[in-house]
Antibody, heavy 115, light 112 residues
Framework: EVQLVESGGGLVQPGRSLTLSCTGS????????IHWVRQVPGKGLEWVSG????????AYVDSVKGRFSISRDNAKNSAYLQMNSLRPEDTAFYYC????????WGQGTLVTVSS | QPVLTQSSSASASLGSSVKLTCTLS???????IAWHQQQPGKAPRYLMR???????KKGSGVPDRFSGSSSGADRYLTISNLQSEDEAAYFC??????????FGGGTKLTVL
């Protein structure tokens, strides 16, 4: 089955860290860029970060620069989002998506930043 | 960086057709976009990618009722023979440099 599966979400206190994982199956994972997109419940989609197939190109939305770090391990068909210095405004569902047109989405994982 | 503009809401009757619009900002009017559907409580689902010339490529399993078209800076998603399960939010997306994306604000479609 062609799918992306996120994991690693949960409740975390402000200022702490969390790492999300995204594992792909059913397709050539190392052929595609992977992106992280977040969504506050009831609101729109916000692109957070993207990494090219070979990790040579990486980008972040301004609000997470210096706090979040994206990486991937093609041998494990996985991508990661290391989130440091978390803030309450980072609370959202986090989705990973495949490729430039996001033609495959994961089911999402909820990150709640609260004391 | 491109900006995508969508109406916040739309409505149409069961069995009718609706055309949703996504408008690219000036200087980015030739960009390709993608359309996604998000039903309540679910993850987004890819519908299609749509080029400026109106050529579109749908995802696997997307019904024939969904089609795309373009005119200038506008990219359209047309849903024919509306069904109750089409009630959802519809987002457009574009991208740059393979690692940066922009999403429109989304249109919430109500099926009457």
């Amino acid at each position: 089955e062609v799918q992306l599966v996120e994991s690693g979400g949960g409740l975390v206190q402000p200022g702490r860290s969390l790492t999300l994982s995204c594992t792909g199956s059913g397709f050539r994972f190392d052929d595609y860029a992977i992106h992280w997109v977040r969504q506050v419940p009831g609101k729109g989609l916000e692109w957070v970060s993207g990494i090219s197939w070979n990790s040579r190109s990486i980008a972040y939305v301004d609000s997470v620069k210096g706090r979040f770090s994206i990486s991937r391990d093609n041998a494990k068909n996985s991508a990661y989002l290391q989130m440091n210095s978390l803030r309450p405004e980072d609370t959202a569902f986090y989705y990973c998506a495949k490729g430039d047109a996001s033609d495959l989405w994961g089911q999402g994982t909820l990150v709640t930043v609260s004391s | 960086q491109p900006v995508l503009t969508q109406s916040s809401s739309a409505s149409a009757s069961l069995g009718s057709s609706v055309k949703l619009t996504c408008t690219l900002s000036s200087g980015h009017t030739t960009y390709m976009i993608a359309w996604h559907q998000q039903q309540p409580g679910k993850a987004p689902r890819y519908l299609m990618r749509l080029e400026g010339g109106g050529i579109y490529k749908k995802g696997s399993g997307v019904p024939d009722r969904f089609s795309g078209s373009s005119s200038g800076a506008d990219r359209y998603l047309t849903i024919s023979n509306l069904q109750s399960e089409d009630e959802a939010a519809y987002f457009c997306e574009t991208w740059e440099d393979n690692t940066q994306k922009v999403f429109g604000g989304g249109t919430k479609l109500t099926v009457l």
